[in-house]
């Protein structure tokens, strides 16, 4: 059983294009969260989908962002004109049911933005 | 501070010796969760102690849990340099969603062979 997938793993962006991840849950699982490190910070909290839901959104930047999880294929979540800010890790979660017991974690995705 | 937050920031220690880190947070809890994150890598879950515990085993590992104090240790016994990571708790929030973690800014441990 394969675990969380993300990719790529490493993700080099100029000022102003476009940036999309891409996080394939855990076989079974259809719940995602979306949670963001900056450097030397703890996870935050961005967003949690459900197949083709966006259920809670609060943690992510009303401008420039966006997530979705289509009923086939990965969760994207789509960072449009980055700025050098937006330079992180993203790491995407996934479990079976919503639930804050042990979500499995994917590698992560890191953004540079230059 | 904000939820989630251990100390000390960071914590150097030889090999075999045992390593303790805290964390405290704000808000009543349901449950809260260690997890390590290796350099550059994903995070690992190691363990989860619910509100109404104490304390709990797994391995090398021992996680306590003071719901008056609104804190939390974990212990790693007879240290490896492979233990070498950041350590972060997270909490959920009691009355809260039942899927957002809050994470603290993590333990940066370093064990020396």
């Known amino acids: 059983n394969a675990g969380v997938m993300q990719n790529p793993r490493h993700l080099v962006r100029r000022r102003g294009q476009e940036a999309r991840l891409r996080c394939s849950p855990m076989?079974?699982?259809?719940?995602v969260y979306w949670y963001r490190q900056l450097p030397e910070e703890g996870l935050k909290f961005m967003v949690y989908l459900q197949k083709e839901n966006i259920i809670d959104e609060s943690g992510m930047p009303k401008e420039r962002f966006s997530a979705e999880f289509p009923k086939e294929g990965p969760s994207i979540l789509r960072i449009q004109q980055v700025v050098r800010g937006d330079s992180a890790a993203y790491f995407c979660?996934?479990?079976?049911?919503?639930?804050?017991?042990?979500?499995?974690f994917g590698p992560g995705t890191r953004l540079t933005v230059l | 501070s904000q939820q989630g937050e251990e100390d000390p920031q960071a914590l150097s220690i030889q090999e075999g010796e045992n390593a303790t880190m805290n964390c405290s947070y704000k808000t009543s809890i349901n449950n809260l969760q260690w997890y390590r994150q290796n350099s550059g890598r994903g995070l690992v879950h190691l363990i989860l102690?619910?509100?109404?515990?104490r304390e709990k085993h797994s391995g090398r590992l021992r996680v306590t849990l003071d719901t008056s104090k609104k804190s939390s240790s974990l212990l790693i016994t007879a240290s490896r340099a492979a233990d070498t990571a950041s350590y972060f708790c997270a909490t959920d929030a009691r009355g809260g969603s039942n899927y957002k973690l809050t994470f603290g800014k993590g333990t940066l441990l370093t064990v020396n062979p």
């Open positions: 979660a996934s479990t079976p049911i919503p639930s804050t017991d042990t979500q499995y």
């Open positions: 102690i619910r509100s109404n515990e």
């Open positions: 076989k079974g699982h259809s719940h």
